[in-house]
């Protein structure tokens, strides 16, 4: 028993996380005064049996209780629940700040009331019943364990009283923390999340989240155990504990100089970027370093002057911060130097010094440690002239383990065959609200409120979380993918369930099929989301890798196309920054969508719009179109993406029925553009 002959109040312990934590601690030997006004979920009534019930269970257990039935927003109750635990029990050891309800509104609909309410309850009833427990507590010690939430923390959508109340939990927290340090009483806070009256009607809160699971956390806070941990805020999210942290960048210091508006701009990254941990040059790492500043020192040699012609650049490439080494090219001559060069046009940053070792000794293709985020620059054109006017292979000779191979890339063609049906599987994440959000926003779905509020997934929402394993499966070094011959040229989606907020999915891929074809190969790449066991969504990505030989295969020519009968169709713009605001949305950051140069090198006018963001435009169509508005009728969409889209272009989705048996009906669909050149072909959309 952790908390034998102790004491402690628990407001709003009539039910929910506060009858969870009053039941734990009677378990862990405490006595404790139950608190709770007994009224309803939004703060209306008060009645005795709420409390009582509580009382009456922690007896039937062999336990000590007492009932208090006072509000904790009144000044007079808070002190008289504290005073009761003194007078029924002789001391005060531990208080839960519990008690809580709800009234959520967005700000614009909100009444001065609900506001007050809300914060009455919450942050004023904290503040009083800390007050009162302080003073109690002042001589012997104790613990307060607050409660704060993720709707204050992070925010959240129709909170503003609430989340408002809760932040400031978390401030009173931090500073009564540290004034109460020396009397020998710790305050700290949790943010739960877990199933209870209150959140009842709240989907994203799973079932599976119980108060029991959240009340190990504050028996363990309330302990003296915890003695040492004080000032902070921790989340509880069912079983999963975490810590929140309030974290300062170093920023910038500009001394004597004041800031203007232009500067602040300017700096603005500088100023809320984040610095990573220290890197530790062991002695491995220290040999690999020193291998690495042999290579550099060699690529001078092996540069393509002729090709470059005029090329002037200032590269600076950091190994993962162990190390720093410059070439600087001018006109036909190159130059290596030990350390940061000046003005630097371009910045390559590797993760390590092995990833670069590994890229000239032709184990690792440029393109996979690209993909594979092992390599980042803020200058894409200039890495890739690098690329070519370089010979980072012959380079490695200077290593001495090898023979230099020709080029850069690996000798190795093909796709290894082995792979088929190797899994990858990552580990779960929730579908965040702001995360559907953005989706929905970068592809324009502002069609339905549901995705607009965040509380339903829009259906090409689930290849944001399956994106790290479709890249797992492709970057995979056995597989021998050649990244820049890839083109992605067919989806074929099945959602059993659309995803909505706290969904916690755990997203899997699998190679499910190699085939060689005339002018390639066709790579199948299954990937699943799970929820709590539940298959949602199945995708199977079509990638198409085109071989070294081009031409070859004679292009037949175009089938007249059907005359067909529209039921529908569906015009979108395609934005200047539709490619990058879907980068960011669902986090393919392909350099092809985001840097013009890549984009040109790779015989594009411009960037290009991801195909998936394309065929979210057809989703909608089809919803609005087929579905009579209802996401959830959507079965399965396949696309074959044709043509790659340019920002500028005007889409058009057109939809006609083509058959309909047991309940199903398929509709085919197709996008053209402008100039009726076709984007995605052979579509077909299931709608139940
Ligand atoms: P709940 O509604 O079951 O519990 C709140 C209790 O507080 C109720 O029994 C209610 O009668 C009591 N209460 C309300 N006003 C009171 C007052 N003025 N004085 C005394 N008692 C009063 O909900 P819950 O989910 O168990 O919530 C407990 C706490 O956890 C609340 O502070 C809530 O804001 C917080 N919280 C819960 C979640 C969650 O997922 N359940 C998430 C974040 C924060």
Same mark, same amino acid.
């Given at each position: 028993?952790?908390?034998?002959?102790?004491?402690?109040?628990?407001?709003?312990?009539?039910?929910?996380?506060?009858?969870?934590?009053?039941?734990?601690?009677?378990?862990?030997?405490?006595?404790?005064?139950?608190?709770?006004?007994?009224?309803?979920? @939004?703060?209306?009534?008060?009645?005795?049996?709420?409390?009582?019930?509580?009382?009456?269970?922690?007896?039937?257990?062999?336990?000590?209780?007492?009932?208090?039935?006072?509000?904790?927003?009144?000044?007079?109750?808070?002190?008289?629940?504290?005073?009761?635990?003194?007078?029924?029990?002789?001391?005060?050891?531990?208080?839960?700040?519990?008690?809580?309800?709800?009234?959520?509104?967005?700000?614009?609909?909100?009444?001065?009331?609900?506001?007050?309410?809300?914060?009455?309850?919450?942050?004023?009833?904290?503040?009083?019943?800390?007050?009162?427990?302080? &003073?109690?507590?002042?001589?012997?010690?104790?613990?307060?364990?607050?409660?704060?939430? !993720?709707?204050?923390?992070?925010?959240?959508?129709?909170?503003?009283?609430?989340?408002?109340?809760?932040?400031?939990?978390?401030?009173?927290?931090?500073?009564?923390?540290?004034?109460?340090?020396?009397?020998?009483?710790?305050?700290?806070?949790?943010?739960?999340?877990?199933?209870?009256?209150?959140?009842?009607?709240?989907?994203?809160?799973?079932?599976?989240?119980?108060?029991?699971?959240?009340?190990?956390?504050?028996?363990? !806070?309330?302990?003296?155990?915890?003695?040492?941990?004080?000032?902070?805020?921790?989340?509880?999210?069912?079983?999963?504990?975490?810590?929140?942290?309030?974290?300062?960048?170093?920023?910038?210091?500009?001394?004597?100089?004041?800031?203007?508006?232009?500067?602040?701009?300017?700096?603005?990254?500088?100023?809320?970027?984040?610095?990573?941990?220290?890197?530790?040059?062991?002695?491995?790492?220290?040999?690999?370093?020193?291998?690495?500043?042999?290579?550099?020192?060699?690529?001078?040699?092996?540069?393509?002057?002729?090709?470059?012609?005029?090329?002037?650049?200032?590269?600076?490439?950091?190994?993962?911060?162990?190390?720093?080494?410059?070439?600087?090219?001018?006109?036909?001559?190159?130059?290596?130097?030990?350390?940061?060069?000046?003005?630097?046009?371009?910045?390559?940053?590797?993760?390590?010094?092995?990833?670069?070792?590994?890229? /000239?000794?032709?184990?690792?293709?440029?393109?996979?440690?690209?993909?594979?985020?092992?390599?980042?620059?803020?200058?894409?054109?200039?890495?890739?002239?690098?690329?070519?006017?370089?010979?980072?292979?012959?380079?490695?000779?200077?290593?001495?383990?090898? /023979?230099?191979?020709?080029?850069?890339?690996?000798?190795?063609?093909?796709?290894?065959?082995? &792979?088929?049906?190797?899994?990858?599987?990552?580990?779960?994440?929730?579908?965040?609200?702001?995360?559907?959000?953005?989706?929905?926003?970068?592809? @324009?779905?502002?069609?339905?409120?549901?995705?607009?509020?965040?509380?339903?997934?829009?259906?090409?929402?689930?290849?944001?979380?399956?994106?790290?394993? !479709?890249?797992?499966?492709?970057?995979?070094?056995?597989?021998?993918?050649?990244?820049?011959?890839?083109?992605?040229?067919?989806?074929?989606?099945?959602?059993?369930?659309?995803?909505?907020?706290?969904?916690?999915?755990?997203?899997?891929?699998?190679?499910?099929?190699?085939?060689?074809?005339?002018?390639?190969?066709?790579?199948?790449?299954?990937?699943?989301?799970?929820?709590?066991?539940?298959? #949602?969504?199945?995708?199977?990505?079509?990638?198409?890798?085109?071989?070294?030989?081009?031409?070859?295969?004679?292009?037949?020519?175009?089938?007249?196309?059907?005359?067909?009968?529209?039921?529908?169709?569906?015009?979108?713009?395609?934005?200047?920054?539709?490619?990058?605001?879907?980068?960011?949305?669902?986090?393919?950051?392909?350099?092809?969508?985001?840097?013009?140069?890549?984009?040109?090198?790779?015989?594009?006018?411009?960037?290009? !719009?991801?195909?998936?963001?394309?065929?979210?435009?057809?989703?909608?169509?089809?919803?609005?179109?087929?579905?009579?508005?209802?996401?959830?009728? &959507?079965?399965?969409?396949?696309?074959?993406?044709?043509?790659?889209?340019?920002?500028?272009?005007?889409?058009?989705?057109?939809?006609?029925?083509?058959?309909?048996?047991?309940?199903? #009906? #398929?509709?085919?669909?197709?996008?053209?553009?402008?100039?009726?050149?076709?984007?995605?072909?052979?579509?077909?959309?299931?709608?139940?």
């Amino acid at each position: 028993m952790k908390l034998k002959n102790k004491v402690a109040l628990v407001t709003g312990a009539g039910g929910g996380l506060g009858r969870s934590y009053a039941l734990l601690f009677a378990k862990e030997g405490a006595k404790v005064v139950v608190n709770d006004l007994g009224g309803t979920r @939004d703060g209306g009534g008060a009645g005795s049996a709420m409390a009582d019930k509580v009382v009456a269970e922690i007896k039937e257990m062999g336990g000590e209780a007492v009932a208090n039935y006072g509000s904790v927003s009144n000044a007079a109750d808070a002190q008289a629940m504290v005073d009761q635990a003194v007078s029924a029990f002789g001391k005060i050891d531990i208080v839960v700040n519990n008690a809580g309800i709800l009234r959520d509104k967005t700000l614009v609909k909100m009444t001065d009331e609900m506001w007050d309410l809300v914060i009455e309850v919450h942050l004023k009833g904290t503040y009083l019943v800390t007050k009162a427990a302080v &003073l109690a507590m002042s001589e012997n010690g104790g613990r307060i364990i607050n409660t704060s939430s !993720l709707a204050g923390l992070l925010g959240n959508y129709g909170q503003a009283n609430y989340g408002a109340a809760k932040a400031g939990i978390a401030g009173l927290t931090r500073v009564v923390a540290k004034e109460t340090q020396k009397m020998g009483i710790t305050v700290n806070a949790i943010a739960p999340v877990a199933k209870t009256r209150m959140t009842q009607e709240i989907s994203m809160v799973p079932e599976s989240f119980e108060p029991e699971d959240i009340a190990p956390l504050v028996g363990w !806070l309330a302990s003296d155990e915890a003695s040492h941990v004080t000032g902070r805020v921790f989340g509880a999210h069912g079983s999963h504990y975490f810590e929140y942290v309030v974290e300062q960048t170093p920023g910038i210091d500009l001394g004597e100089k004041r800031w203007t508006l232009e500067s602040v701009g300017q700096r603005f990254d500088e100023i809320t970027a984040m610095p990573k941990g220290a890197p530790v040059l062991d002695e491995a790492s220290g040999g690999l370093v020193e291998d690495a500043r042999k290579l550099f020192a060699a690529i001078p040699a092996t540069y393509r002057a002729e090709k470059a012609g005029d090329w002037k650049a200032k590269m600076k490439f950091d190994l993962g911060g162990l190390a720093t080494f410059s070439l600087i090219v001018a006109g036909g001559a190159t130059e290596f130097l030990d350390g940061a060069v000046d003005g630097a046009t371009a910045t390559v940053t590797f993760d390590g010094p092995q990833t670069i070792l590994d890229m /000239a000794r032709g184990v690792l293709a440029p393109e996979q440690a690209f993909m594979g985020g092992k390599v980042k620059t803020d200058n894409m054109g200039a890495l890739m002239k690098f690329g070519q006017y370089f010979n980072l292979g012959k380079a490695a000779a200077v290593l001495g383990d090898i /023979a230099p191979v020709a080029g850069a890339a690996p000798g190795k063609h093909g796709l290894n065959k082995d &792979l088929v049906g190797k899994v990858h599987r990552g580990s779960a994440a929730f579908v965040l609200k702001e995360d559907i959000q953005a989706f929905a926003g970068a592809t @324009d779905d502002q069609t339905n409120p549901a995705y607009l509020d965040g509380t339903q997934a829009p259906a090409i929402f689930p290849v944001r979380p399956l994106l790290s394993m !479709l890249h797992a499966a492709i970057a995979d070094p056995e597989l021998n993918a050649d990244m820049l011959r890839l083109v992605h040229g067919e989806q074929d989606m099945r959602f059993h369930r659309h995803l909505k907020p706290w969904d916690l999915a755990a997203p899997r891929a699998e190679i499910q099929s190699i085939e060689t074809k005339a002018s390639g190969e066709l790579l199948n790449i299954r990937q699943w989301l799970m929820v709590d066991g539940e298959l #949602t969504t199945e995708v199977i990505s079509g990638l198409f890798i085109r071989g070294e030989s081009k031409g070859g295969g004679e292009k037949k020519p175009a089938a007249e196309a059907p005359k067909r009968e529209y039921i529908y169709s569906e015009k979108h713009t395609v934005s200047s920054d539709q490619p990058s605001r879907y980068a960011d949305a669902s986090l393919d950051r392909n350099p092809i969508h985001l840097d013009p140069d890549v984009a040109k090198a790779a015989g594009h006018p411009s960037v290009i !719009l991801h195909g998936l963001c394309t065929m979210a435009f057809a989703s909608r169509a089809v919803i609005n179109g087929a579905c009579g508005g209802k996401p959830e009728r &959507l079965q399965r969409l396949k696309v074959r993406f044709s043509k790659p889209v340019l920002p500028g272009w005007v889409l058009e989705t057109r939809i006609w029925k083509e058959s309909s048996t047991l309940g199903i #009906t #398929t509709y085919g669909l197709e996008v053209v553009n402008q100039d009726g050149v076709a984007v995605i072909t052979n579509a077909i959309a299931e709608v139940a």
